[in-house]
């Protein structure tokens, strides 16, 4: 069955700090990987999705990038924090059945 | 283009009483649809399915689900809630044909109290 890592748990950075949240995927081969931001507890936000290596589609413009360097390894990223940015990220792939395993999510707090 | 509401930002029941969520969904060929349960500060947790077959879906932890394609509907049930069972639930749509984004509710706070 596939799993999907994501770290840090939580994070605290800096209005203008750079950011790297991490997500790794196991359990499968040339997955279809997606970034999500969840505000106020909420609604999800799809931010980015990868299907390989180097393919990233984005669905919003904003002040984040993402990146897929290895197969099951997919990065989201910022040069420049902003207070807007805090939310609960989530990494999903898709699992068993067309629906998506989630990624145990990062908290970030922009201060 | 596929979308999914939720149309209950919060409900609120009482332990032993049933339970319901509702989900109306609009896709251009045949729905996939999902239910997922979020606790705080987690991510989200697959709960059941329906792709195809019959239109009552069993999933984990009692929670059952209701197709009905006439009314666009795709109700959460459980006949008898839990205490534990408080927490967020998004419902989730992608057409049988397309890509494979998933498109997601809003969400709904459920509240079971004692």
């Known amino acids: 069955s596939q799993t999907i890592h994501q770290w840090p748990a939580t994070l605290v950075q800096p209005v203008g700090s750079p950011l790297s949240l991490e997500c790794t995927v196991e359990?499968?081969?040339?997955?279809?990987l997606y970034w999500y931001r969840q505000a106020a507890g909420r609604g999800l936000q799809l931010l980015f999705y990868s299907v390989g290596i180097g393919q990233i589609s984005s669905e919003v413009p904003q002040n984040l990038s993402a990146s897929r360097p290895q197969d099951r390894q997919f990065i989201l990223s910022s040069k420049k924090l902003l207070l807007s940015d805090s939310g609960f990220y989530l990494c999903?792939?898709?699992?068993?059945?067309?629906?998506?395993?989630f990624g145990s999510g990062t908290r970030l707090t922009v201060v | 283009a596929q979308s999914v509401a939720q149309p209950e930002d919060q409900v609120n029941v009482a332990e032993g009483n049933p339970l319901t969520v509702k989900c109306t969904y609009s896709?251009?060929?045949?729905?996939?649809l999902f239910w997922y349960v979020q606790y705080p500060n987690r991510g989200l947790q697959f709960l059941l399915k329906y792709i195809t077959g019959d239109n009552l879906v069993k999933g984990s932890y009692g929670f059952e689900a209701e197709f009905n394609k006439s009314q666009t509907s795709f109700h959460l049930k459980k006949p008898s809630a839990l205490v534990s069972d408080s927490a967020l639930y998004f419902c989730a749509v992608r057409d049988s044909v397309g890509d494979y984004k998933l498109s997601f509710g809003a969400g709904t706070t459920v509240t079971v109290r004692a």
């Open positions: 896709v251009s060929g045949n729905p996939y």
């Open positions: 999903a792939t898709e699992g068993q059945g067309s629906g998506y395993t």
């Open positions: 359990g499968t081969s040339n997955p279809n």
